[in-house]
T-cell receptor
């Protein structure tokens, strides 16, 4: 079975500061990894995904994540936080069986951006 | 349509009643997923449809839950004899076949059982 651990249920940063959201996974097979963002009262939006190509993945809104197999990590970063980045962020791993890419999600990290 | 559409957006029902939730996926997306999001359990997989293949129902929490999909179009999730623990946000997502899990999610249906 696959699992995802997000370290820190709540992260607070100042506007303009570095954003670092941590994600560690466990998987018995090479994983597909994802970061999703959820704004209040909305569904989840895909930020970026790793599917075994380049280990540094760039996503939307200036976010990027690096796949580190040795550390089983897929941390999400952004050099400079904006107020509009305040949301909940979910890391997920794909449990791929054939064409079924059902996801196992972490518990989420709520990002607060202070002016 | 341009996105995944879910209806209703909010549903309040009495304990013991049946409810039906609807999902309209993006046209051409053959894969459709249902997830449940609750405070206690986070995001949980419920069911997966892919074309005319047998659905993966492994995430359905009890036999009170069922789902159908007609071809590659609309899906309905039905909860019979609702219980208070069914209160959650039910999210639908779709993707092209073999897209590696990068779904497009709908905005969800918030179900409250009173």
């Amino acid at each position: 079975a696959q699992s995802v651990t997000q370290l820190g249920s709540h992260v607070s940063v100042s506007e303009g500061a570095l954003v670092l959201l941590r994600c560690n996974y466990s998987s018995s097979v090479p994983p597909y990894l994802f970061w999703y963002v959820q704004y209040p009262n909305q569904g989840l939006q895909l930020l970026l995904k790793y599917t075994s190509a380049a280990t540094l993945v760039k996503g939307i809104n200036g976010f990027e994540a690096e796949f580190k197999k040795s550390e089983t990590s897929f941390h999400l970063t952004k050099p400079s936080a904006h107020m509009s980045d305040a949301a909940e962020y979910f890391c997920a791993v794909s449990d791929r069986g054939g064409s079924n890419y059902k996801l196992t999600f972490g518990k989420g990290t709520l990002l607060t951006v202070n002016p | 349509g341009a996105g995944v559409s879910q209806s209703p957006s909010n549903k309040v029902t009495e304990k013991g009643k049946d409810v039906e939730l609807r999902c309209d996926p993006i046209s051409g997306h053959t894969a459709l997923y249902w997830y449940r999001q609750s405070l206690g359990q986070g995001l949980e997989f419920l069911i997966y449809f892919q074309g005319n293949s047998a659905p993966d129902k492994s995430g359905l929490p009890s036999d009170r839950f069922s789902a159908e999909r007609t071809g590659e179009s609309v899906s309905t999730l039905t909860i019979q004899r609702t219980q208070q623990e069914d209160s959650a946000v039910y999210l639908c997502a779709s993707s092209p076949w073999s897209d590696g899990g990068g779904y497009t999610f709908g905005s969800g249906t918030r179900l409250t059982v009173v």
